[in-house]
């Protein structure tokens, strides 16, 4: 093991009482809260402010979601981008590569050119109309992998013309640790997206699940914490982390019983071209629609009904509830497990309290990829409006094949009339 | 070569923040250097000097190389493939190992495990989705198959998360930083080898000669500009790579683009090369069996007039293909050598001669495929966006699985475009 230390000094990544200590954390608590709290100890007062914090969070979470679709993309863009800097930050601060040439410019070039590559491929889907008739767009939408593909190899030239002799290493770094940020925080940012169209129901739940979670296994903790679950997070236990599994389930279920009665949570969002606005308006599909279940014998004289009400949705609340318990805690120690090996408290301190947004926002990340995977496995087949933009790309004489063999399969199974002839 | 390879140790020299790593590899080299070649080449070469020595196994290897390359092509698409999946491992392997020695990583509990595990996962994921496109039917028949594809995105994320979290359990405490970099890199190699490994087997599912084209500019850009270089080489081109020269660059994009125009001629006229690989349910095998497209059929073009004086000719009968065998040239010659950079940079920056010494005189397999896998990207972004449009058998699958509402809606919204261009009539006469 002391070999190991030893080892580990002569890289030049630099043993660990090498990297700056982080600076004392400017404290971001506005006046007012302080003097509010001037009078209490400072342990009750650092409670207080997570607790007003918190609850502040939620209100601007709530204030968004009646805003609407567009402005909760707009939110999802700016924590991304927020993200994304305050984990580059640190890598800056790790490698002291403050001074590398054209190193900013090449990290925010690479966010702005994954971006542009994501939102081209979504937005294209959902804002057919939008696009069909502007002659700029069409031309940007058709060979829009091309172009993406053309900025980013730009940007890759000028990341091999810009390596200097003495700071190969470190410009390698910069270079990988861009990438795998780009990787985990711009690809999931737009899965939450993508899951945002499929219905805000399908955004809302997931994320208070993880919240639920996070809030109950400490509240469970707090009461019941005896045995440590894993080492890495000192302060998880097994009690709280049971409790908050069972408590985030049964919110979950009750959670989305109310959100399925409304159209604006439920219905997928559509891009509605005369009126240029976001519109969430449809008929709720099966799975939204209350149906009779035969309560299983076991419960039946525990609860005293032989069959309860409820929405498709709310089994699939359970499975989403569930990962929320037991495997997105993951992403939290994973990131716990990163900021012990980079020797940080927090990402940043932009949320007083709670450190930076990417502290909040860890065991999301992992969330929105299931829900994602989740409902293109179980719950909708492809996209129709995206599947219609490619059968218009077709040769004419593909689309005509494909017109009579689609016709001829509507007939058979009797969706479509037969023609008159004549 | 040898002797210029030692001066390129030492224009890296002793640089202030690489110098504290010296002491690093004073001590125990990153790649052992055992000597790889033949006994018979040995024994057959003794006479000559050791620069002279170095050049004719060079060059035994390359025409080794090259007559390999011959063969497997003539094997069949199932042995590119998987050929294709044998060099992306290798050069999985060979980063990996690189990593290894650079943070001395051997004792770290699981990581070599996880390295194999995640390779696995991502192949998986690539495999399903591709198997599931080309061989549709094969797969509807089986019914674990059909399973394992309809659920394919599931249970590959499922498999990829287990990895996750065996990551996360297997974190120890004092080697946290040395752990997380080791997954950084892991990652990092994936997409780079794994990804573009599998747009070059789109890229051969489209017709032999998107795959053979692309490979073969790349490997005459190398060697042109090698030769040109050699004989004309007076310009250094980038600080990178000392032995490049402005010289060899243009002249090894001029070489290399005829050089295609040429290829491209020879095997546009085989069906073998331009048909798209398809996979034949009753003899189960590959078929590459075809209409070839408009793209190989012969046409007239008109030389515009500034040429017309030089060739004495006003039409030529070529291919369009020809045309966009320029545009690959081009990227091959242009920008593919820009992943050699990289390529030398990053041996650079971990101190390193080669990626290994799996082939004699040339170094490791990645050595041989840096540049590469810039242009299978550029080759598959290329057909994607000008070449073919989306697959019409994959668009009727979809629609089968969508729901009725969504059907007629689809089906209605074709009708219309289709009586608006006056393909189809108003009345279903069609």
């Not at chain 1, 730009?154 to 990341?159: L, Q, R, S």
């Not at chain 2, 020695?101 to 390295?115: A, E, G, I, K």
């Not at chain 2, 990652?187 to 490994?197: P, R, W």
């Amino acid at each position: 093991e002391a070999d190991l230390e030893e080892r580990l000094v002569d890289l030049d990544l630099r043993s660990d009482s090498d990297i700056p200590d982080v600076p004392p954390l400017t404290d971001s608590t506005p006046e007012i809260l302080k003097r509010a709290l001037s009078g209490l100890s400072a342990r009750w007062k650092n409670w207080w402010i997570r607790g007003i914090l918190t609850l502040a969070m939620i209100s601007v979470f709530f204030l968004i979601i009646y805003l609407g679709s567009f402005m909760l993309m707009l939110l999802v863009l700016s924590i991304q981008v927020k993200c994304y800097h305050e984990i580059i930050t640190i890598g800056y601060r790790v490698y002291h590569s403050y001074d590398l040439p054209w190193f900013r410019s090449l990290s925010w070039y690479f966010l702005l050119c994954v971006n542009y590559f994501f939102y081209g491929e979504t937005v294209a889907d959902y804002f057919a109309t939008f696009v069909q008739r502007r002659e700029q767009l069409q031309f940007l939408i058709r060979y829009h992998r091309f172009i993406s593909f053309a900025l980013y190899l730009t940007g890759f030239c000028m990341f091999v013309l810009s390596l200097v002799k003495k700071h190969y290493r470190l410009q390698f770094y910069m270079f990988a640790w861009t990438h795998v940020t780009l990787l985990i925080t711009v690809t999931q940012s737009h899965l939450v997206i993508q899951n945002l169209f499929e219905g805000m129901i399908w955004f809302l739940v997931p994320i208070s699940s993880v919240i639920c979670n996070d809030i109950t296994a400490y509240i469970f903790g707090f009461f019941f914490g005896r045995t440590p679950l894993i080492k890495l997070s000192p302060k998880k236990t097994w009690e709280g982390f049971i409790g908050g599994f069972f408590s985030t389930v049964v919110f979950g279920f009750i959670f989305s019983y109310f959100l399925a009665q409304h159209q604006y949570f439920v219905c997928p969002v559509e891009y509605n071209s005369e009126t240029n606005r976001f519109v969430t308006e449809c008929e709720p599909s099966e799975l939204f629609q209350m149906q009779k279940y035969s309560v299983p014998p076991l419960l039946q004289a525990v609860l005293g009904w032989e069959t309860v009400n409820m929405y498709p949705f709310q089994m699939h609340s359970i499975a989403l509830s569930t990962f929320a318990s037991l495997i997105g805690p993951f992403g939290g120690f994973f990131a716990s497990g990163f900021k012990r090996a980079f020797k940080i408290k927090d990402f940043a301190d932009t949320i007083p309290g709670h450190g930076g947004i990417m502290d909040r926002f860890d065991c999301q990340y992992l969330m929105a990829t299931f829900v994602h995977v989740y409902i293109t496995s179980f719950i909708r087949g492809p996209n129709p409006s995206k599947l219609l933009k490619q059968l218009l790309i077709l040769q004419p004489e593909q689309q005509l094949s494909v017109y009579k063999t689609l016709k001829s399969h509507l007939v058979e199974k009797g969706i479509l009339q037969p023609s008159l002839r004549g | 070569n040898l002797q210029e390879s030692e001066s390129e140790n030492k224009l890296d020299g002793e640089t202030a923040s690489d110098s504290e790593s010296k002491s690093e590899f004073g001590g125990s080299p990153a790649v052992p250097t055992s000597d790889d070649t033949p006994e018979v080449l040995n024994r057959a070469l003794s006479n000559l000097s050791s620069r002279w020595k170095n050049w004719w196994v060079r060059g035994i290897l390359t025409l080794a190389m090259i007559t390999f390359f011959f063969i497997i092509i003539y094997l069949g698409p199932m042995v590119l493939m998987t050929i294709v999946m044998c060099v992306q491992i290798k050069c999985f392997h060979e980063i990996i190992t690189i990593g290894y020695n650079v943070y001395h990583s051997y004792d770290l509990p699981w990581f070599r495990t996880l390295s194999w595990y995640f390779l696995l996962c991502v192949n998986y994921f690539f495999y399903g989705e591709t198997v599931t496109d080309y061989f549709f039917t094969l797969v509807q028949r089986e019914e674990p198959l059909r399973i394992l594809s309809k659920y394919h995105r599931f249970i590959s994320f499922a498999l990829y998360l287990t990895g996750f979290c065996m990551f996360v359990l297997s974190l120890v405490k004092k080697h946290y930083r040395l752990q997380f970099y080791m997954f950084g890199w892991t990652h990092v190699t994936l997409l780079i080898v794994v990804t573009q490994s599998h747009l070059i087997i789109h890229n051969l599912f489209e017709g032999m000669i998107w795959f053979i084209v692309p490979i073969s500019c790349v490997i005459c850009n190398d060697i042109m500009a090698y030769m040109f270089g050699f004989f004309f080489g007076r310009t250094p081109l980038i600080k990178l790579s000392p032995k490049k020269t402005w010289e060899g660059f243009i002249g090894g994009f001029f070489a290399t683009v005829l050089f295609g125009l040429l290829l491209s001629y020879v095997m546009s006229g085989y069906r073998c090369f331009t048909c798209p690989v398809e996979f034949n349910n009753d003899t189960n095998s590959f078929t590459v069996d075809c209409e070839p497209s408009e793209l190989f059929q012969l046409q007239e073009y008109n030389i515009p007039l500034v040429l017309q004086s030089v060739v004495g000719w006003k039409t030529v009968r070529m291919y369009p293909f020809q045309i966009h065998s320029i545009a690959l040239s081009t990227f091959a010659s242009l920008i593919g050598p820009f992943g050699g950079f990289f390529a030398s940079g990053f041996k650079r920056a971990f101190k390193i001669k080669d990626f290994a010494n799996t082939i004699p005189g040339h170094g490791g397999i990645m050595d041989r495929f840096d540049c590469q896998y810039l242009m299978a990207t550029f080759v598959n972004v290329y057909i994607a966006s000008f070449i073919r449009g989306p697959n019409p058998s994959k668009l009727i699958q979809q629609f089968l699985t969508l729901r009725p509402d969504q059907q007629l809606h689809i089906f209605n919204t074709l009708k219309a475009h289709l009586v608006d261009k006056g393909l189809v009539g108003d009345l279903e006469d069609a």
